[in-house]
């Protein structure tokens, strides 16, 4: 594993600009869903409130990223983002004084209208990177995803406890705001100058949107749904022995367990199917709760999976980049986050159930059995795709 291909990456043009961007953009995006829940349960109201309007949101976006993407296959970048920004402003800037009943359906339209920052990043990284170095781009991003993940939620817990919901909400609004202007005047390009320059081609979606591309979404969905699960699982675990108070310590280790499995993979002179990193990620998951009790020893024993998040997750965005065409790259972008989105959000209440009947140690083999499911249900499909090859750019009916 070496620098030198770090080093190539960021000198190509745009691209340093666009990750530096993309990691302070998505900070207020993964503060959302913690400033949302702390704020409905200063209202004295329960988890199970909290949890209807994390649902709606989510519902919101799992519907609304695919379609953003699609508007910007359509009609460029600066339209998509210039509406869904001031969306974002007019929720978040009223929501702290919405009564809970607005503040529900509020929440699935501006999930629906959500700041499309992860997709569009990981779109323009495409079209300024060259196929041969995707897989470095991709993996430095998903450090940068988990650089947010780890700032975002704690931020949001901070400004909640020191300044309360309704300043936090609205330092939320502004965060949100900030990203999209940046954005919209940064303007990345969504396909190269090579696919600008092809002759565009009509091609209906169901070309690209293929029994083996829905696979390869599936596997995506249980990446998230590993990760979901194995998180509420450590949660459940330190809860059982006491040590609370340790849990963002927990957490933020098994991140920097992902970030450095994400370096080390962008490094290495080929990478390896998506089947495989998430496939093996379920299986390492499996055995963790065999090491009992003790939160730190389960930290250990959450090494190996730990380093295959990264790799997984960029994987995924890899293959879909060569697979689907420059002029439908958007929506499908937008379809893979959706996919992330049901896998964490499928993830959660299964897991708690289990949590619940038998322990939070079962919790971590259920979750990797999923995993190792749908990269069986994947295998065959995936044979029949036929080598990843770059495509001309086209119009997608």
């Known amino acids: 594993m070496a620098i030198e291909p770090y080093r190539r990456l960021l000198t190509l043009p745009g691209v340093r600009t666009l990750l530096l961007v993309g990691l302070l953009a998505r900070i207020p995006s993964t503060a959302m869903g913690i400033t949302l829940t702390l704020h409905i349960r200063s209202l004295g109201l329960g988890w199970l409130a909290a949890g209807a309007v994390g649902t709606a949101t989510t519902v919101g976006m799992a519907v609304g990223s695919p379609l953003a993407g699609r508007l910007v296959d359509r009609h460029g970048l600066r339209p998509v983002l210039l509406v869904t920004t001031v969306a974002q402003l007019a929720f978040w800037s009223s929501a702290w004084a919405l009564p809970y009943p607005v503040l529900l359906v509020a929440a699935v339209v501006a999930g629906l209208l959500a700041l499309p920052v992860f997709s569009v990043i990981r779109q ?3 079209a300024l990177v060259p196929v041969e170095q995707r897989r470095i781009g991709f993996s430095l991003d998903s450090i940068m995803v988990e650089l947010s993940y780890m700032a975002g939620p704690a931020l949001g817990v901070l400004g909640i406890t020191l300044l309360g919901s309704a300043w936090t909400m609205c330092i ?4 949100l705001t900030c990203s999209g202007v940046a954005l919209i005047l940064l303007n990345p390009p969504t396909r190269s100058a090579e696919e600008l320059e092809a002759p565009a081609e009509k091609i209906l979606r169901r070309q690209w949107l293929t029994p083996g591309l829905l696979t390869l979404l599936g596997t995506a969905a249980a990446a998230t749904f590993v990760l979901t ?13 006491g040590d609370t108070e340790w849990t963002g310590l927990a957490i933020g280790v098994w991140c920097v367990y992902s970030l450095i499995g994400g370096f080390v993979y962008g490094g290495l002179p080929r990478g390896f199917s998506p089947l495989v990193l998430i496939g093996a990620m379920g299986l390492l998951t499996i055995p963790v709760g065999l090491v009992g009790g003790d939160w730190r020893w ?25 697979w689907v065409p420059a002029g439908a790259r958007g929506e499908a972008m937008g379809l893979h986050g959706t996919a992330l989105l049901i896998g964490g959000a499928s993830s959660a209440p299964i897991a708690g159930a289990v949590i619940d009947g038998v322990g939070p140690r079962w919790a971590f083999a259920v979750a990797g059995l999923v995993s190792v499911v749908m990269v069986l249900v994947a295998l065959p499909f995936w044979r029949r795709i036929p ?7 086209a119009a997608v009916a």
């Open 387 to 393: 080598a990843p090859a770059e495509q001309p750019a």
């Open 172 to 175: 939320v609004a502004a965060g």
């Open 124 to 126: 323009c990284l495409t």
């Open 229 to 241: 699960a194995t998180e509420l699982s450590l949660v459940a675990t330190m809860e059982h022995a």
């Open 298 to 322: 389960v930290i250990v024993a959450l090494i190996p999976s730990g380093v295959l998040c990264a790799p997984g997750l960029s994987s995924t965005v890899e293959a879909l980049s060569r």
